[in-house]
Nanobody, 128 residues
Framework: QVQLVESGGGLVQPGGSLRLSCAAS????????IGWFRQAPGKEREGVSC????????YYTDSVKGRFTISTDNVKNTVFLQMNSLKPEDTALYFC?????????????????????WGQGTQVTVSS
């Protein structure tokens, strides 16, 4: 049974940092790419970042480029999202999920949730 368990959320001041973890189990590591999504109250869910452990392919949404870094620990089957220079607009419930990569009509790498496996979410609040 595929399980994704997030941790690492919390309350942080603007400009601060957090590292989110997504511990995966129940499937052969590298079989699924993993992504981070977030949803703020009253807003649509947004894809934040994705990584394919097999080939190292990554994706970042424009608003987090240069501030967030996605990585994997292939021994612990865990995906991390290092979030630096946090802003109040980063406040949201963050989820990890299995994803697939694709190229959009402009040829840019993108990713989307696929296969239906999601974690329970971890809350990130950026506030002074």
């Amino acid at each position: 049974q595929v399980q994704l368990v997030e941790s690492g959320g919390g309350l942080v001041q603007p400009g601060g940092s957090l590292r989110l973890s997504c511990a995966a189990s129940g499937f052969t590591w590298n079989y699924y790419a993993i992504g981070w999504f977030r949803q703020a109250p009253g807003k649509e869910r947004e894809g934040v970042s994705c990584i394919s452990a097999g080939d190292g392919n990554t994706y970042y949404t424009d608003s987090v480029k240069g501030r967030f870094t996605i990585s994997t620990d292939n021994v612990k089957n865990t995906v991390f999202l290092q979030m630096n220079s946090l802003k109040p607009e980063d406040t949201a419930l963050y989820f990890c999920a299995t994803v697939s990569f694709y190229s959009d009509r402009d040829g840019r790498t993108n990713c989307r949730a696929e296969h239906g496996y999601w974690g329970q979410g971890t809350q990130v609040t950026v506030s002074s």
